[in-house]
T-cell receptor, first 111, second 114 residues
């Protein structure tokens, strides 16, 4: 059973701080990794994807991937109250286009 | 960025009726689309994978005769909930895969069956 694990939270951080969201996955054959943000009552919105080990930065967001440890994370710098949402980690395994989603981490940024 | 639309955004129907939901990729062609369902405070549950020009692939436990999927073109997939019952009330979300394998989600359709 391929699994993606996330801490459900809530993770509370003060405005302006760095929020660190973590995700682990069980399938070593996983190829691609995605972070989505989902506001309450809305559908998921793609934040970024990462395929290779290391860091990938896009504005205030940095994704970090460590395939040896089967670990992917998302850092949000200068967190804003508008970043308060549930963050979903998704993993694509080799040989399929399907994603396996984690249950999401709820982030609260306190003003 | 890639845009995916869904219609309708809200639907209320009587028990026993059928409801069709459309999913369109507006600015790219999608050979593969996915249909998810999400109950309150739960994660996304993949229902089926829709491939253009072929039959959909359903996840275990999802009734293919109840949730009819058609993917007639590279930009349109439809999900029909047949003989809907109150337990089918949920948030239905489609996604479309671009040629870089990234999935982009539609805004979702809230279905309430009375």
């Amino acid at each position: 059973q391929k699994e993606v694990e996330q801490n459900s939270g809530p993770l509370s951080v003060p405005e302006g701080a760095i929020a660190s969201l973590n995700c682990t996955y069980s399938d070593r054959g996983s190829q691609s990794f995605f972070w989505y943000r989902q506001y309450s009552g809305k559908s998921p919105e793609l934040i970024m994807f990462i395929y290779s080990n290391g860091d990938k930065e896009d504005g205030r967001f940095t994704a970090q991937l460590n395939k040896a440890s089967q670990y992917v994370s998302l850092l949000i710098r200068d967190s804003q109250p508008s970043d308060s949402a549930t963050y979903l980690c998704a993993v694509r395994s080799s040989g399929t286009y399907k994603y396996i989603f984690g249950t999401g981490t709820r982030l609260k940024v306190l003003a | 960025g890639a845009v995916v639309s869904q219609h309708p955004s809200w639907v209320i129907c009587k028990s026993g009726t059928s409801v069709k939901i459309e999913c369109r990729s507006l600015d790219f062609q999608a050979t593969t689309m996915f249909w998810y369902r999400q109950f309150p405070k739960q994660s996304l549950m993949l229902m089926a994978t829709s491939n253009e020009g072929s039959k959909a692939t359903y996840e275990q436990g999802v009734e293919k005769d109840k949730f009819l999927i058609n993917h007639a073109s590279l930009t349109l997939s439809t999900l029909t909930v047949t003989s809907a019952h109150p337990e089918d009330s949920s948030f239905y979300i489609c996604s479309a895969r671009d040629n870089q394998e990234t999935q982009y989600f539609g805004p979702g359709t809230r279905l309430l069956v009375l």
